[in-house]
């Protein structure tokens, strides 16, 4: 829609006359009738009604009189952010499940800080559904998720195989003798199935959270055992809070990254080289543990 006819319409229904939004505007009368009337058409009904003492809006004008603001308001707006771009600082905003971010997504953050020195950088955590509506939306540039989601408008990057270890709040467990003090973290679907057929005397676990890494702190307080990440679990087993339970088998949990395409591409680039850093950092955490095993 042209915009002069929309600011030529809130003019005469500011003034409540042609010639007076004429003068305003500093273009004749038979210009602001022209534009009018081709406003009309394309609304496809009278927004004024027409007096010797000059004009009131008609019920279709007072409809439309609050989109014409909104529609003003917004081309303002719009303007002086594109024209404010080249001064704005670079900015990413980045979703991820709860436990990407320990010990592997506050690093990535970190590395993005040191690459990009005045980068703007939002972070969120939310389930796997929340996820995809955020980047679908476009109210996030990328998520870090163990659920991949295809479309035509994503890009979809294996991470990493982030390998869960089981860990005991004391030491020298087995995992025959857990039972009883085992908790079950949802891990998703995948995790649930490797768990049953691999270990059925725990699979009726009267306990199950799905807080991600968050739930280290509820085992820990109470000398509980579950499944953690290797590379979360690295430090924990490090200072004596936790320790491996050896005879437990270990399950590889497949990470993926997941791009907006409409996604700056020299942004993209440097937050993907910086987030390949994290992998290893994080793959390298997670090297140790295993090699305890």
Request: aromatic share 10%; net charge negative.
């Amino acid at each position: 829609m042209d915009l002069q006819l929309i600011k030529t319409f809130l003019e005469v229904a500011d003034t409540g006359s042609f010639a007076a939004a004429s003068d305003r505007l500093f273009v004749t009368q038979s210009a602001v009738s022209l534009r009018v009337h081709r406003l009309e058409d394309q609304l496809g009904r009278p927004v004024f009604l027409r007096s010797k003492g000059g004009v009131v809006l008609t019920p279709a004008g007072r409809e439309f009189r609050s989109f014409a603001t909104t529609i003003l308001r917004n081309w303002d707006q719009a303007r002086q952010r594109v024209s404010a771009l080249e001064t704005m600082p670079t900015q990413l905003s980045i979703g991820a499940q709860p436990s990407l971010w320990p010990r592997f997504g506050f690093r990535w953050l970190d590395l993005l800080q040191a690459e990009v020195p005045g980068i703007s950088l939002r972070a969120d955590m939310a389930r796997p559904e929340a996820l995809t509506q955020m980047i679908l939306t476009g109210s996030v540039q990328v998520v870090l998720s163990f659920v991949p989601v295809y479309r035509s408008e994503l890009r979809v990057d294996r991470l990493m195989e982030d390998q869960l270890v089981m860990v005991a709040a004391w030491p020298d467990a087995s995992v025959n003798d857990v039972a009883g003090r085992y908790v079950m973290i949802d891990w998703g679907p995948e995790f649930t199935r490797f768990h049953d057929e691999a270990m059925p005397h725990l699979a009726e676990t009267k306990l199950v959270l799905g807080m991600g890494t968050l739930a280290a702190w509820y085992i820990r307080n109470r000398d509980l055992a579950t499944y953690m990440p290797a590379r979360y679990a690295h430090s924990l087993l490090e200072s004596g809070s936790f320790f491996l339970v050896k005879d437990a088998p270990t399950f590889a949990h497949t990470a993926w990254s997941i791009w907006r395409e409409d996604t700056d591409p020299s942004l993209r680039d440097v937050a993907q080289k910086t987030l390949l850093s994290a992998v290893e950092m994080a793959e390298g955490d997670a090297a140790a543990v295993l090699s305890q095993l």
